[in-house]
């Protein structure tokens, strides 16, 4: 079965940095676009980044310049680099793919505060 398995997420104070990780199992990685979301409280879940299976990128319009996002075929890995943090993106931030269903990970806490 599809697992998608996030990790990185902590706390950071504001203009800091993290790494966020996603390994994925149970599919042909290369194949398919990886998303990041987050979710903050009270809030509805928004897509921060994708990444295509060519490599093409998009964000959020928030997280332009700031969040990087990349990928390891060969580790099935999926990252979300994110610099210069700021309060309003603490969230938990979810990895995500689609085939004939959406599959989801258990999200990982990223909490932005001094």
């Known amino acids: 079965q599809v697992q998608l398995v996030e990790s990185g997420g902590g706390l950071v104070q504001p203009g800091g940095s993290l790494r966020l990780s996603c390994a994925a199992s149970?599919?042909?990685?290369?194949?398919?676009?990886m998303n990041w979301y987050r979710q903050a409280p009270g809030k509805q879940r928004e897509l921060v980044a994708t990444?295509?299976?060519?490599?093409?990128?998009d964000y959020a319009d928030s997280v332009k310049g700031r969040f990087t996002i990349s990928r390891d075929n060969a580790k099935n890995t999926v990252y979300l680099q994110m610099n210069s943090l700021k309060p309003e993106d603490t969230a938990v931030y979810y990895c995500?793919?689609?085939?004939?269903?959406?599959?989801w990970g258990q999200g990982t806490q990223v909490t932005v505060s001094s």
């Open positions: 995500n793919t689609r085939s004939i269903r959406e599959y």
């Open positions: 149970g599919i042909i990685f290369r194949l398919y676009a």
């Open positions: 990444i295509t299976s060519g490599g093409s990128t």
